[in-house]
């Protein structure tokens, strides 16, 4: 059986709150004033760590959220190989500024993966980078490569090879990642370490016909499971729940909750191989 390049594979959930955090903003819920560091989540996103075939250490984000310098620093990451954004919405997008110390760290300019829409939106909104030659003063901005990517078209970097598919948030669609290692050959390897392959599906409602064969087979899902009661864009537990019986991967993590959900209570009530994430959990 043909073994994976890459090796030491964890996934860290950098954040797993919703768009306003936990503490909200002049709540004074159960939740917002819990004492668990579980119920505390900064805006969503994760990475990668692993080594790659070469024995080099890699880091890759998936988004990069308005609290990116926090999660940065209880991360301890000092540096970034590549960033793969799922959408173009504020709470996921609005760290990208703090990046540029990794340029610094690395003297390398990173590569950014993100569809057409959510390349337009980086390029607007962050035009001091896009188009630096504009800035009235040669200020100290981030080194980016930005990579327009489609749903169905893998890309391959460092032994892992990552393919977008499309989720429906609302009305939006917007990616979702299936993760897999690689093996010698560039075919995605039969034995697959740590959490692969893991399959990262944050901020939707629904899941449409050509999404499920992404999802089969994975080892680990990462999934978006907002609080209990509906919500036009996200999935509410008993919807969560359902996607992760039909996916049945060997571990159902749920990240981008609001603060309708108190950690130690809803973890008494889940069935086997599902969890609620928190910031700064490890899988691997």
Not at 217 to 228: F, P
Not at 269 to 283: A, I, K, R
Request: glycine fraction near 6%; hydrophobic fraction near 40%.
């Amino acid at each position: 059986m043909s073994a994976a390049l890459v090796r030491d594979v964890q996934l860290v959930l950098l954040g797993t709150g919703t768009s306003a955090g936990i503490p909200v903003i002049g709540c004074d819920c159960e939740v917002c004033t819990s004492s668990d560091p579980r119920d505390r989540r900064l805006r969503s996103g994760a990475l990668l760590r692993f080594i790659d075939g070469d024995s080099v250490a890699r880091v890759v984000l998936i988004d990069c959220p308005p609290d990116h310098r926090e999660q940065s620093l209880r991360a301890g990451i000092r540096r970034c190989d590549g960033i793969f954004f799922t959408h173009d919405h504020v709470d996921h997008t609005f760290g990208l500024d703090e990046v540029r110390r990794y340029n610094t760290l690395m003297k390398s300019p990173i590569e950014v993966f993100a569809d057409e829409r959510t390349c337009a939106f980086l390029e607007r909104v962050y035009r001091h980078i896009f188009r630096r030659h504009e800035n009235v003063n040669d200020s100290f901005v981030a080194d980016l490569m930005l990579r327009t990517i489609e749903a169905g078209t893998s890309i391959d970097r460092f032994g892992l090879r990552f393919t977008p598919f499309e989720v429906l948030h609302g009305r939006l669609p917007v990616l979702a990642y299936r993760i897999e290692a690689l093996d010698a050959t560039g075919r995605v390897a039969q034995v697959q370490p740590g959490p692969l392959p893991l399959a990262y599906c944050t901020d939707l409602s629904a899941v449409p016909p050509t999404a499920w064969p992404r999802l089969r087979g994975v080892r680990t899902l990462v999934l978006d499971m907002l609080r209990y009661k509906s919500h036009p864009t996200h999935l509410t537990l008993q919807q969560a729940l359902k996607v992760a019986e039909e996916v049945a991967a060997a571990r159902t993590v749920f990240v981008h909750m609001t603060h309708d959900i108190l950690h130690a209570r809803l973890t008494e009530e889940l069935p086997p191989l599902t969890e609620l994430g928190y910031d700064g959990l490890v899988l691997e």
